[in-house]
């Protein structure tokens, strides 16, 4: 006989029965009890269980997960095949294996009162389309999304205030997501082969870029806010369809490869650097790799500085200054900008000239009448 429980009525979970098949999946069966989920009917619960101390799940016959209770998730290990043998990477010290849902989590409801999302917690969930993540959650572990190759979107509270590595690395259909701005900083490989990502804001919070944060992404633009001091080894390579690139006043130093590019034919690519002494290069050339169209911006009080530099060697003849009036130094070998790349007379770069407004383009002063 079908219960259907009202709004307010306290949720009766089905205890699931679980049976092992051959090809090493589990199948779940439940009582025929309707269950309700954040108020509103969504069928029958046929899994449950703990996922924290003090934190539960039930996954719903619609492969809806709903994660409910106070405080923080388990981290879970990664399964992974090595020679053929199913191996785990256990480096959390915590008495768990693999998350009990399965791979087949469709949609994850996430309720206030959850503080951690646990490492590898939904990793290879190729269905995943859908995650709530409240404002009681303040960190996102290790690998949680990777590989959730459906996922399109995700909206990341101001409550979160670190992102595991590898967290949404492999998420192939991600094109939308935020970085709050209580992140300090972007993790090793967070956003690895996100090659649906063709634009993030980088929030002036963040003060680190690890390796390999962005590699892979199709940006055709990234701006460094000042506040960032350090960017990782290949943290923007291979990033391919990159045009523009603007360096905020607090690096110091850019590493092996950090915006390193596998560019098979002719392009340009424009960098602006507004650091008031000269960045260190590590790696070069592999920094930006060998774009032959690549042109460099700098203060023309230390235009000379990167020129002399040994570090910038192989870059030293393209180099450009700007000041506040206008780009100085400009050579006959200066290659041509985008044209939607403009200046004003203090050196900002700005999206739209004004009528009757002096800019720089291409290295030369123009009236916008």
């Given amino acids: 006989m079908k219960k259907t429980l009202g709004v307010l009525t306290v949720l009766l979970c089905a205890t699931p029965m679980v049976y092992a098949q051959a090809d090493g999946n589990a199948t779940f069966e439940s009582s025929d009890v309707a269950m309700t989920l954040n108020g509103a009917v969504k069928g029958k619960v046929i899994a449950s269980g703990s996922c924290g101390k003090n934190v539960n799940y039930e996954l719903y ?27 785990f990477e256990g480096v959390y010290g915590e008495d768990v294996t693999t998350a009990p849902w399965g791979k087949n989590v469709k949609s994850v409801v996430i309720e206030d009162g959850v503080t951690r999302i646990g490492a590898y917690a939904f990793t290879g969930c190729t269905s995943l389309t859908d995650v709530n993540i409240p404002n009681s959650v303040t960190s996102i572990g290790r690998g949680s999304f990777q590989y959730c190759t459906a996922l399109q979107k995700i909206n990341i509270p101001n409550s979160v205030t670190s992102i595991g590595t590898y967290a949404f690395s492999e ?7 935020n970085i709050p701005e209580s992140i300090v900083t972007l993790e090793e490989n967070v956003f690895y082969r996100c090659i649906s990502l063709e634009h993030i804001d980088i ?15 199709p940006f055709k633009e990234v701006i460094i806010p000042d506040n960032v001091t350090y960017i990782g080894p290949y943290a923007f390579a291979q990033c391919d369809n990159l045009k523009y690139v603007e360096i905020g006043k607090g690096v110091t130093v850019l590493n092996d490869a950090a915006f390193w590019c596998n560019c098979q034919t002719y392009r340009t690519m424009e960098v602006r650097i507004n650091t008031e002494t000269h960045i260190t290069l590590l790696g070069t050339p592999n920094t930006f790799g060998n774009v032959e169209g690549l042109a460099f911006y700098v203060p023309k009080e230390i235009l000379d500085d990167y020129r002399r530099s040994w570090d910038w060697l192989y870059y030293n003849k393209q180099f450009y200054g700007y000041g506040t009036t206008g780009i100085s130094s400009v050579g006959n070998g200066q290659l041509a900008m985008k044209a939607d790349v403009v200046y004003d007379l203090q050196g900002r770069r700005v999206k739209e000239m004004q009528p009757n407004g002096i800019y720089i383009v291409n290295g030369k002063k123009i009236v916008n009448k």
């Avoid at 016959?61 to 191996?87: A, C, K, P, Q, S």
């Avoid at 998420?171 to 997501?177: E, N, W, Y």
């Avoid at 929030?203 to 680190?208: Q, R």
């Fill in 171 to 177: 998420c192939t259909s991600l094109s939308d997501v």
């Fill in 61 to 87: 016959d619609d492969y809806t997960l709903r994660i409910f209770g106070n405080g923080t998730m388990f981290n879970y290990d990664l399964e992974y095949i090595e020679n053929g043998v199913h191996r």
């Fill in 203 to 217: 929030p002036n919070s963040i003060t680190h870029i690890e390796g390999s944060a962005f590699q892979y992404c």
